[in-house]
C-alpha cells in the first residue's frame, strides 16, 4: 500500500512540473508577443480615427455619410487637410453637400483638397493640373463620338493642305490627351451612351493650346479612342492619299539637251552685195 503510494506521489509530482513547465513556456511566449505588439505602437505612434472614402467615386458625385467610414490611421502621419471629425466633413444646417473634386479610391483619406465646401458645386477648373488649361475643340465624325466620356483619352488628328503635297493630308497632332468635359458635361454620369459628341474639351499644356486652336483654323480635327495604359505615341505620323493606297510617284528623269554646234561666219561686201562665208571658230 505504502508503495502505491509512493508511486502516485512521484507521478503527481512529475505532472505538476511538467505543468509548471508548460505554464513558464506560454508565459515567456505571451510576454514576447507583447512586448513585440508594444514595439509595434511605438514605431507607428499613436493612432487616432480618420475619415476615408469606402468606395470609388467619380468627380462631381456627392458625398454623403455613406459613401465615408472611420479608420485609424497614425498620428504622426496625418495629412494637413485630413477630415478627422463628423460634424466638420458634415455640418449641419449647411447649404448643400460636398462634392468630389477628382476622382478617388476606396480607402483613400478624405482631404478638404478633394471635396468641395458644403453646397458648393464642383467646377471644371478642378480637374486642371498645376500648368494646364482646359481647351474645347471641335471634333468630326469618327465613330467614337457615342463613347468617349469625361477622364477618357484620345489621339487627335488633323485633315488640311500641304503644301508640296497633292490633295490633303492626315497628321497625328496630339496623342493620349485626357478629356476633362464632353458637350459641356463633366461626369460621365451627365453624358449619354450612343449621343455623338459634337465638341470635347481637353487638358492641354499652353503649347499644345496654340497647336490645337491652329490646327482648327487651317483643316479639320478627328478623335480616336485611346485604351487605358496605352503607351503615347512620339513618332511622326503623316499620312496623304498616295501613302494611303501605296502609290510611288515615279521620279522623272530629264535627259539632258545637247548644245547646239557653233557655226562661226565672216560677212564681206562684194559689189554692193553681202556675202557670208564660214570660217573656223576661234575660242
Known amino acids: 500500500m505504502r508503495a502505491v ?26 510576454e514576447l508577443l507583447l512586448q513585440q505588439e508594444r514595439d509595434l505602437n511605438a514605431a ?31 498620428e504622426q502621419a496625418l495629412p494637413e487637410t485630413i477630415f478627422r471629425d463628423g460634424a466638420e466633413l458634415f455640418p449641419e444646417n449647411a447649404k448643400g453637400p460636398r462634392y468630389v473634386r477628382r476622382a478617388t479610391e476606396a480607402y483613400e483619406p478624405v482631404l478638404a483638397t478633394r471635396v ?63 478629356i476633362i468635359a464632353v458637350d459641356n458635361a463633366f461626369t460621365s454620369g451627365q453624358t449619354s451612351d450612343g449621343t455623338g459628341a459634337s465638341t470635347v474639351t481637353v487638358a492641354a499644356s499652353p503649347e499644345q493650346v496654340a497647336r490645337l486652336a491652329q490646327a482648327q483654323q487651317t483643316g479639320r480635327l478627328t478623335m480616336s ?28 528623269v530629264v535627259a539632258p539637251v545637247a548644245a547646239p554646234e557653233r557655226v562661226c561666219t565672216i560677212r564681206a561686201n562684194k559689189g554692193g552685195e553681202v556675202v557670208e562665208t564660214v570660217i573656223p571658230c576661234k575660242d
Open 225 to 252: 479612342l485611346v485604351g487605358e495604359g496605352a503607351a503615347e505615341i512620339t513618332e511622326n505620323i503623316v499620312v496623304d492619299t498616295n501613302t494611303m493606297l501605296g502609290i510611288e510617284e515615279e521620279e522623272v
Open 116 to 178: 468641395t465646401e458644403p453646397g458648393e458645386l464642383a467646377n471644371l477648373t478642378a480637374k486642371l493640373k498645376d500648368g494646364m488649361r482646359a481647351f474645347q475643340i471641335n471634333v468630326g465624325a469618327s465613330g467614337v463620338e457615342g463613347f468617349v466620356q469625361p477622364d477618357s483619352f484620345i489621339d487627335i488628328y488633323w485633315t488640311g493642305a500641304i503644301a508640296g503635297v497633292e490633295g490633303n493630308a492626315t497628321r497625328l497632332i496630339e496623342s493620349s490627351m485626357q
Open 44 to 74: 507607428a505612434g499613436k493612432l487616432v480615427e480618420v475619415y476615408v472614402f469606402n468606395r470609388q467615386l467619380a468627380y462631381g458625385e456627392p458625398l454623403t455619410p455613406d459613401d465615408v467610414q472611420v479608420i485609424y490611421w497614425p
Open 5 to 30: 503510494f509512493g508511486l502516485v506521489l512521484i507521478v503527481g509530482m512529475a505532472l505538476a512540473g511538467a505543468a509548471v513547465y508548460m505554464i513558464q513556456g506560454y508565459i515567456k511566449q505571451t
